[in-house]
């Protein structure tokens, strides 16, 4: 499929209007905000985790639910041999058929787990990872039914708090956390409910111990997410201007490339040098230097929009990716961020004023390019500004 002429038309209009709305915004979220700060925000819910911190989640979390679902898959039938032990027959039969049922659906979730991978699917094969085990309880406590609560085997009884202990094993939000602890509660409390007769102790005992379990699990979960965000944000964002890495732009332009192959969109990209930086460092320091790469990376966050993605690519050279933005929208947008950098200054304390200027090239995504090339061309259109005097935008429709 290729990107039509007219899709790309109508993307840049409706990408221009989100754009605004995007910079209106923008003081408070930046694209990144979440992997600066790690806020108490982005442990309460996943709404500004970054697309490929979620991606990069997910694929952890797949990893683990696999790997739970493959274990009880395998050890929950061989525990009929201790229900026939222990058992009348009839009811062991019983058992070893709901345990057999169980199983199997875990070993199909696994394969599942196996054969796709989004974020959607994993979201809906943890909450059947989570609800099919409840259900095997609210099975076997009917198969109690006629027995006292002391009669009732404590690997039975203690069962939906052993899945909840479970969940920490996931690095969760709060919100996806409480969701997973719903799953499991509103079939345990129905039941226990449904349980009282005289005396609501028993009930008040068995909702007091879930909600210790579950604030456990809730604190587990976060703890795995903070940590996970540490090291993903250590090894993917810049420390300096808290730009995303050259590793983290390679793996989401080839995202935007299949969204414009799927969709019939397209993308421009943006590449900016700052002008003779090395001279700033042979006079002044590198300290200086990395003020004034702090300055400029400021400049790109301000007047880009939260929805483009800006890497700092190596030394002075910054690349911005804009999704659903044409040529001539991308140049306007170079030759604004050109005018600002050029207007912004840097107050030494010795007294003297450092300004720099950028040379950029812009370029657009072509159908069926691979990301290497449309990087090259645009890196090519940027020395091609440098060799024509530094401090200007070089485009595609400037060569051709």
């Known amino acids: 499929m290729e990107c039509s002429e007219a899709g790309r038309a109508s993307a840049g209009l409706t990408q221009a209007n989100k754009r605004e709305n995007d910079k209106s915004q923008k003081p408070d979220f930046s694209a990144y905000f979440s992997l600066e700060n790690n806020p108490l925000i982005d442990i309460v819910s996943a709404k500004y985790h970054s697309e490929d911190f979620t991606l990069t989640r997910t694929h952890y979390i797949t990893g683990r639910l696999w790997l739970m679902c493959i274990f009880f898959a395998i050890t929950v039938p061989m525990f009929s041999f201790f229900d026939f032990v222990t058992l009348p027959v009839e009811q062991a039969q019983s058992l070893m058929l709901a345990r057999g049922l169980l199983s199997v659906s875990l070993f199909l979730l696994a394969y599942i787990l196996k054969q796709q991978v989004s974020v959607t699917l994993v979201r809906g094969v943890m909450g059947l990872a989570f609800l099919l085990p409840t259900l095997f309880y609210l099975f076997t406590m009917l198969s109690f039914a006629s027995a006292q609560a002391g009669e009732v085997p404590a ?109 019939g969109l397209s993308f421009s990209v943006i590449m900016f040098d700052l002008d003779r930086f090395k001279r700033i460092n042979d006079e002044y320091g590198h300290l200086v230097g990395d003020k004034v790469l702090l300055m400029a990376a400021n400049v790109m966050k301000r007047e880009l929009s939260r929805s483009d993605i800006i890497a700092r690519f190596g030394g002075e050279e910054f690349v911005a990716i804009l999704p659903g933005i044409n040529l001539e929208h991308a140049i306007h947008i170079a030759e604004r961020i050109a005018k600002t950098i050029r207007a912004e200054s840097l107050m030494l304390d010795s007294g003297d004023l450092i300004r720099v200027t950028a040379s950029i090239g812009v370029t657009q995504y072509q159908p069926h390019e691979n990301i290497e090339q449309t990087l090259k061309r645009v890196d090519d259109l940027l020395y091609h500004a440098k060799d024509n005097g530094r401090d200007r935008v070089i485009s595609d429709s400037q060569i051709s």
């Open 155 to 263: 690997i039975f009884a203690m069962m939906p708090y052993l899945i909840i202990a479970m969940s920490g094993l996931f690095p969760l939000t709060i919100n996806g956390g409480l969701i997973l602890i719903g799953i499991v509660f509103v079939p345990f409390a129905s039941f226990e409910l449904g349980q009282v007769t005289d005396s609501y102790w028993p009930l008040f005992n068995a909702m007091w111990l879930f909600v210790l379990f579950s604030g456990i699990s809730l604190w587990l979960q976060t703890a795995q997410l903070s940590m996970l965000m540490k090291l993903y944000r250590e090894s993917t964002v810049d420390p300096l201007t808290k730009l995303i890495n050259r590793r983290v732009l390679m793996r989401m332009a080839e995202q935007e490339q299949q969204h414009c192959l799927q969709y």
